[in-house]
């Protein structure tokens, strides 16, 4: 069974910095990506990131290009959202799917 567990969120200011993680158990796949998404209250699920877990291949959303970094540590079977200059609108729930599964999700609250 896949499961996969996000950590990492919390409360910041504006312009802050969050660093998520996402460590995957379960996967059997030697070659598999990992997304992250974001859900804020009364919006749809989008997604923002993702990257293949040789970290070779990566893709950001325009909506955090330039200010959020996907990296992974296939050792670890983790991987990261770095997310720098944080803004109120990034403020949601961030999850990471994978092979199919869903973690349960991670707050991030950015103050203004």
């Known amino acids: 069974e896949v499961q996969l567990v996000e950590s990492g969120g919390g409360l910041v200011e504006v312009g802050g910095s969050l660093r998520l993680s996402c460590t995957a158990s379960g996967i059997t796949s030697a070659d598999y990506a990992i997304g992250w998404f974001r859900q804020a209250p009364g919006k749809e699920r989008e997604g923002i990131s993702c990257v293949n877990n040789n970290g070779r291949h990566s893709w950001h959303a325009n909506s955090v290009k330039g200010r959020f970094t996907i990296s992974s540590d296939n050792a670890k079977n983790t991987v990261y959202l770095q997310m720098n200059s944080l803004k109120p609108e990034d403020t949601a729930v961030y999850y990471c799917?994978?092979?199919?599964?869903w973690g349960q999700g991670t707050q991030v609250t950015v103050s203004s």
């Open positions: 799917l994978g092979v199919g599964s």
